[in-house]
């Protein structure tokens, strides 16, 4: 087993995200260092490389592009490295512990022992297999968000826009909103999601599918009590209308993956669109934020 791994800021973690997805044809996984800020995205392909030395190159070449369209940003390390198979499952249990999201979830691998609060939901998810395991900020915020938002007694419906690993749709379904629907563009993502939803046994209620958010209809004939949309700020700016169409009045918006320069500029985008933002989090150089659609009076 090899890993490639590329050590990125936040302005080159989405492109190294798509670079290793490209190169390899597996999902990258990505680690957010909470003490360090650090970020490293990684891809294990086990099957042997066909010329580790040409792969460095291109790869290389591929990288050096990127400091040019993001000015001022430090290039992003490369590093190619054999990797022995139970090295490997160990690296991952050192470095993915359990996560707690307040009092209503717990986010653990499948190899922890770790025993949830009485009340508290468990989402099993192995990071090796993932997209997203909950422990980077932009997930992270909206899974507390996720989790503030569910009333109990209640019947609520969420969409999950870009659902990645299916992480936020998997947590929704264990906090009991109903129905729980989630779609992404990479088919993938698609076959991750699915098994990790297979995984934590709600696979008849999470169902991910293949869409586009750029290519859905204009106005939507189904609207949303609860929707979650961790993409990249150009494309909710590019989608911030079409986005708004599907929630319901009162509903709320949870909008992450959004670079701390990025993010008035997207906010003054949605209030433009009619929404309020109701909290923001800061943590790094990340912001996301919780938008409220007024209720019709």
Not at 8 to 16: F, G
Not at 190 to 195: F, M, N
Not at 226 to 252: S, T
Request: net charge positive; hydrophobic share 40%.
């Amino acid at each position: 087993m090899w890993q490639v791994s590329i050590t990125a800021s936040p302005e080159t973690e989405a492109a190294a995200v798509q670079l290793l997805q490209h190169a390899f044809r597996l999902p990258a996984a990505v680690y957010c260092d909470a003490r360090t800020g650090k970020t490293t995205v990684s891809a294990y392909p086990s099957s042997p490389l066909p010329n580790p030395r040409l792969l460095r190159a291109d790869l290389r070449r591929a990288l050096r592009r990127l400091p040019r369209a993001n000015p001022g940003v430090r290039s992003p390390r490369l590093i190619v490295k054999k990797l022995p198979r139970q090295n490997w499952a160990h690296s991952w249990k050192r470095h993915f512990q359990p996560l707690q999201i307040g009092r209503r979830l717990l986010i653990k691998p499948g190899w922890s022992r770790r025993r949830p609060r009485p009340g508290q939901r468990v989402v099993r998810l192995d990071p090796g297999l993932s997209f997203g395991t909950g422990h980077h900020p932009t997930t992270s915020f909206c899974l507390q968000q996720l989790a503030a938002a569910r009333r109990q007694g209640t019947r609520q419906s969420f969409l999950d826009i870009g659902t990645g690993s299916g992480i936020l749709a998997i947590a929704a379904a264990k906090l009991g909103y109903s129905p729980v629907h989630a779609f992404d563009s990479d088919p993938e993502s698609i076959r991750v999601s699915r098994q990790n939803a297979k995984n934590n046994r709600v696979q008849h209620r999470v169902q991910p599918r293949r869409r586009d958010l750029t290519r859905l209809p204009a106005q939507s004939r189904r609207q949303w009590d609860v929707i979650c949309a961790n993409l990249l700020a150009d494309l909710l700016a590019g989608q911030a209308q079409k986005i708004r169409d599907l929630l319901k009045p009162g509903g709320q918006l949870i909008l992450a993956g959004i670079l701390r320069s990025e993010f008035r500029g997207l906010r003054n985008i949605f209030l433009t669109a009619g929404l309020t933002l109701a909290e923001s989090g800061v943590n790094k150089d990340w912001q996301s934020g919780r938008f409220v659609l007024a209720p019709i009076e």
